[in-house]
């Protein structure tokens, strides 16, 4: 994966403060909600654990349909990762219902594209800025790596250095277009085979739902946390992905001033 410097967001959420929590957000900038979730199968988290952070949001795909946007956003869902896309022609039937309904309800969108090793960058790229609007505000896009080994057409697994340089083509492609770098989500073991802790220069989104970041992912840096997939809000119906942003309110601001789409 080719390295880019995200030095202007590493200062932006660097000396958050307990006081600045309570900052107000710029002209433009949606105010934070406070979470009121449940959760089906909660984990007894030590400190920090979610509640430690005060921005919070969900991802979701076609499987969460529908949602009452409104009503999840007055319970604590700042952000929506949506997924739009996976390989190099397949688009999710619920994004752009998502994407909208999101958008209306004061809910930052962002949209996912899942990687499949099967398939050139360039070609999922395409595929994934014919689907995805880019729309001013949204966040920045992301790249869901992971291995699928259910998949029906695909469960190719490169080598790491492999995976490195395809992801990093399919990147460049996107901040291109998109004017921003994608964030790359991912799992521990995709983090662990491919050498992302060598990686400190993009930015993650970590999943790990038994343990801490720092537990599993030790000494690395992450924007946004999802540490449920069982969490319940109301709004949504069944259970939901839960993420948490790695900052205090202040942070989440000053990053979106940074990193949403213009």
Known sequence: MIKHVVLAVALALAGCSS???LAAPAAGLPQVTAPAFGDANPHPWSAPGPDAYPVHGIDIS????????????????????????????????????????????????GAYHFYYFCTDAETQAANFIASVPRTPGALPPVVDLEWNPFSPTCTYRPPAAEVRAEVG???????????????????????????????????????????????RYPGAAWTFWQYSSTGLIAGAEGEIDLNAFAGDRAAWYRWLSLRRQR
């Open 169 to 215: 083509r399919f990147m460049d492609i996107l901040q291109a277009h998109y004017g921003q770098r994608p964030v790359v989500y991912t799992t521990p073991d995709f983090y662990d085979r491919n050498g992302f802790a060598d990686i400190d220069t993009e930015e993650f989104w970590l999943r790990t739902v038994a343990a801490l970041p720092s537990e």
């Open 62 to 109: 076609r499987f969460q349909s529908p949602l009452d946007w409104a009503t999840v956003r007055a319970n604590g869902v700042n952000f929506a990762f949506i997924k739009a896309t996976e390989g190099g022609d397949r688009l999710d039937p619920g994004f752009l219902g998502h994407w909208n309904g999101a958008i209306a309800a004061g809910v930052l969108p």
């Open 19 to 21: 006081g600045a929590d």
